[in-house]
């Protein structure tokens, strides 16, 4: 059973650099969701995905995020000109379908330091 | 808008004591609720969730919770505490209908000590 990936686990990054995470999904999984967790919160919903359609960025979601998921399964993140305010953990989370069934199968996450 | 609020930030307990953490919620209709729970350096797990039918929930690891409409809350409760129940755990809610439906809103987490 493979679960939720995502890549890297860990990125430190000088203010201004660009970064690039990836996540992988459930196999044929249809949802895909982006979080962001920082210290002593609870995940805040960025944005989520289905197939490719991305269908709701949170505000939270700034003009220097961007995601994608060209094909309906892997998904990137991407955040550009990096602030230290953006130091957090990122995590995705799939699930199949949506409605009352639906459970969300979060990844590990990526720990985002800017330095 | 949802909201959620996890009252205590931090709870410790006796292994072998009753956990209870609490959680209310704010929404316009009755959401869909779910506890989850995170282990240092890991994602998210799902422990129990609810949508509709029986308002007592039955989840892994021995954990269940009950939705209480009338008091907005869905608090996560446990007989009998293990060390291994030390972690992080959220509350969270979702719409149940709408375009949104799926989109999970957190609480700010409690964190759960277990002592010997």
């Known amino acids: 059973d493979t679960g939720v990936s995502q890549d890297p686990r860990h990125k430190i990054t000088k203010r201004g650099q660009n970064v690039t995470f990836r996540c992988d999904p459930i196999?044929?999984?249809?949802?895909l969701y982006w979080y962001r967790q920082t210290l002593g919160q609870g995940p805040e919903f960025l944005t989520y995905?289905?197939?490719?359609?991305?269908?709701?960025k949170s505000r939270l979601l700034s003009d220097r995020f961007s995601a994608e998921r060209p094909k309906g399964s892997f998904s990137t993140l991407e955040i550009q000109r990096t602030e230290q305010g953006d130091s957090a953990m990122y995590l995705c989370?799939?699930?199949?379908?949506?409605?009352?069934?639906?459970?969300?199968?979060f990844g590990p996450g990526t720990r985002l330091l800017v330095l | 808008a949802q909201s959620v609020t996890q009252l205590g930030s931090h709870v410790s307990v006796s292994e072998g004591a009753l956990v209870l953490l609490r959680c209310n919620y704010s929404?316009?209709?009755?959401?869909?609720l779910f506890w989850y729970v995170q282990y240092p350096n890991q994602g998210l797990q799902l422990l129990l969730k609810?949508?509709?039918?029986?308002?007592l929930v039955k989840g892994i690891n021995g954990f269940e919770a009950e939705f209480k409409k009338s008091e907005t809350s869905f608090h996560l409760t446990k007989p009998s505490a293990h060390m291994s129940d030390a972690a992080e755990y959220f509350c969270?809610?979702?719409?149940?209908?709408?375009?949104?439906?799926?989109?999970?809103?957190f609480g700010q987490g409690t964190i759960l000590t277990v002592h010997p």
């Open positions: 995905f289905q197939n490719e359609a991305q269908l709701e």
């Open positions: 929404s316009s209709v009755p959401p869909y």
């Open positions: 196999s044929e999984h249809n949802r």
């Open positions: 969270a809610v979702s719409p149940s209908g709408g375009t949104s439906y799926g989109k999970l809103t």
């Open positions: 609810y949508t509709t039918g029986a308002t």
């Open positions: 989370a799939s699930s199949l379908g949506g409605g009352r069934e639906e459970t969300q199968y």
